[in-house]
């Protein structure tokens, strides 16, 4: 009986050795794994962005762009994060939504500003997308909800056009799971941290929308989105508890309220 | 791989299904790459077919049913892991890629030696493998 059972082993650790062995080769480089993975990201994060482009109008105008910009730059630049290869898209909707897409297109909807208070509250939401964008949950949740093989056939051009319309509506209306979203909301909240922004706001706007969601929940996507709001409060006050923030003002008051005004003529 | 004795020269007939239990298994190999099962189920239904057959076509039955478990083991796992990849994690790792590698490599030392051992037990020989064979000596009896 026993030298089967010590056959078994050895095929066994053959198995594993083998395998072992092999897993020292980069096949990943080999295959060009990463590279065609950017490039279904690429097409895809077009292909969602041309959508949205056909049904939306985008913002231009510097006087709007420009402070949003700055905005997020601080936070990419006390981050590490490339700001060049974020898309910034403003796109002139009365939704309080923002979202990512793929390839690092970013999108933020002038309802949401017009609903923040303070820059803040603005930038909690763009470290919120940011760290969405970084930490690759864009690409999960559209592998999970979608499925890899839509998503290459979306690619490819032959995409049917309803399935498509899901695909969109999955990353514009949709949430992420919660556990993903809990990682974005303190991934987001130490980017405040590192970029000088009180994270205490992210947690109060948060908060306020969800008081105002049981009021009138049809526009208010972000937070629609993004359930269990005032658990999710409570989690990134509890993170931020003992952290220390030496706030930084990205755009004073005026420049603030400049661009507010100029969102209400757009 | 040994070449052994049984105790006695099998008849054409025998040499014939014997050999196809391992041709079973290897149609069966080919159609049920996608879902690794189905040639296991295939092997078991000859299997079962024969069982009350002469000494050398149930042993050979016996041998080519079991040979085709740790490909089941194997299989399925890398079926699941595909699985997984195409519709939850999305994400091809290098030690997936190592995974595939090492069950194609096996999946193919197993083929030649399933054609090997169909072509020499459809001539009368007797082919016991390397752990398999033991295992069905224990299992099958005369």
């Given at each position: 009986?026993?030298?089967?059972?010590?056959?078994?082993?050895?095929i066994a650790a053959l198995?594993?050795?083998v395998w072992f062995g092999l897993d020292r080769i980069d096949w990943m480089t080999i295959f060009q794994v990463e590279k065609t993975t950017k490039n279904i990201e690429e097409k895809l994060g077009d292909l969602y962005w041309d959508i949205l482009k056909k049904v939306n109008d985008e913002i231009t105008d510097k006087d709007v762009v420009a402070p949003i910009d700055s905005l997020l730059t601080r936070i990419c630049e006390r981050n590490d994060i490339d700001r060049e290869?974020?898309?910034?898209?403003?796109?002139?909707?009365?939704?309080v939504n923002a979202f990512a897409l793929p390839d690092y297109h970013m999108v933020v909807y002038t309802g949401l500003i017009e609903d923040c208070e303070n820059e803040a509250e603005l930038c909690g939401i763009i470290a919120h997308e940011l760290a969405h964008l970084e930490?690759?949950?864009?690409m999960q949740k559209l592998v999970k909800e979608v499925g890899l093989a839509v998503l290459i056939s979306m690619t490819s051009g032959n995409g049917n056009p309803e399935i498509i319309k899901q695909a969109?509506?999955?990353?514009?209306?949709?949430?992420?799971?919660?556990?993903?979203?809990?990682?974005?909301?303190?991934?987001?909240?130490?980017?405040?941290?590192?970029?000088?922004?009180?994270p205490e706001a992210f947690a109060a706007f948060m908060f306020r929308m969800s008081e105002q969601e049981k009021g009138l929940p049809d526009q208010l996507y972000w937070v629609s989105t993004h359930p269990g709001s005032e658990e999710r409060t409570q989690a990134i006050l509890d993170y931020i508890e003992d952290r220390e923030v030496k706030v930084e003002m990205i755009l004073d008051s005026t420049q603030w309220m400049t661009l507010k005004e100029n969102i209400s003529k757009n | 791989?040994?070449?052994?004795?049984?105790?006695?020269?099998?008849?054409?007939h025998e040499a014939e299904k014997a050999s196809n239990s391992y041709l079973m298994s290897l149609i069966a190999v080919i159609a049920g790459l996608p879902l690794p099962i189905i040639n296991l189920i295939a092997t078991v239904i000859f299997y079962l077919g024969n069982r009350k057959g002469t000494y050398f076509v149930r042993w050979h039955c016996t041998q080519a049913l079991l040979s085709q478990f740790s490909l089941l083991i194997i299989n399925s796992n890398g079926f699941w892991w595909t699985v997984g990849?195409?519709?939850?994690?999305?994400?091809?790792?290098?030690?997936?890629?190592?995974?595939?590698?090492?069950?194609?490599?096996?999946n193919l030392v197993?083929?030649?030696?399933?054609?090997?051992t169909a072509i020499q037990v459809r001539k009368g020989k007797h082919i016991e493998w390397w752990f398999y064979g033991d295992l069905t000596n224990m299992i099958c009896k005369k």
């Open positions: 009986m026993l030298k089967p059972i010590l056959q078994f082993g050895a198995f594993f050795l290869k974020i898309k910034l898209h403003l796109v002139d909707k009365d939704e930490k690759g949950h864009i969109v509506k999955v990353l514009t209306s949709s949430a992420y799971d919660r556990k993903l979203e809990t990682e974005a909301d303190l991934t987001g909240a130490e980017y405040l941290i590192n970029a000088g922004i009180d | 791989m040994t070449t052994s004795s049984i105790g006695y020269i099998p008849g054409d990849i195409l519709f939850r994690d999305g994400e091809v790792t290098n030690e997936y890629i190592a995974y595939m590698i090492t069950a194609f490599l096996f197993e083929f030649i030696a399933t054609i090997y």
